[in-house]
């Protein structure tokens, strides 16, 4: 079992910066590939970001490449979200994910196959 809390939202004008983090409880974090969400109102969640649970991978949706960047800490049990160059279309709640992925696919880009969601954090993007 794996419990995620999500923090770092909050209102930032187009063009600034956040950084989210997602603290995960447990002892083998490193056993999980993790994963960024957003769900904007009245749309369905979408895939922002993933990385391996060595922190040796990473892959990116379109929209974040070259402006977001996900990294890890697995002595910390947490992982990151940093979002530059920000833009009022990237307003939407995040969420993590965590996907058990010992010795399987690296990376996880489907809301399905993940098993384990955080509560979620706000970010606004004001133009």
């Known amino acids: 079992q794996v419990q995620l809390v999500e923090s770092g939202g909050g209102l930032v004008q187009a063009g600034g910066s956040l950084r989210l983090s997602c603290a995960a409880s447990?002892?083998?974090?490193?056993?999980?590939?993790m994963g960024w969400f957003r769900q904007a109102p009245g749309q369905e969640r979408e895939f922002v970001a993933t990385?391996?649970?060595?922190?040796?991978?990473?892959h990116y949706a379109d929209s974040a490449k070259g402006r977001f960047t996900i990294s890890r800490d697995n002595a910390k049990n947490t992982v990151y979200l940093q979002m530059n160059s920000l833009k009022p279309e990237d307003t939407a709640v995040y969420y993590c994910?965590?996907?058990?992925?010992?010795?399987?696919?690296?990376?996880?880009?489907?809301?399905?196959?993940?098993?384990?969601w955080g509560q979620g954090t706000q970010v606004t993007v004001s133009s």
């Open positions: 994910a965590a996907s058990w992925s010992w010795n399987q696919k690296p990376l996880r880009v489907g809301v399905d196959e993940y098993g384990y």
């Open positions: 447990g002892r083998t974090f490193s056993g999980y590939a």
């Open positions: 990385i391996s649970g060595s922190g040796g991978s990473t």
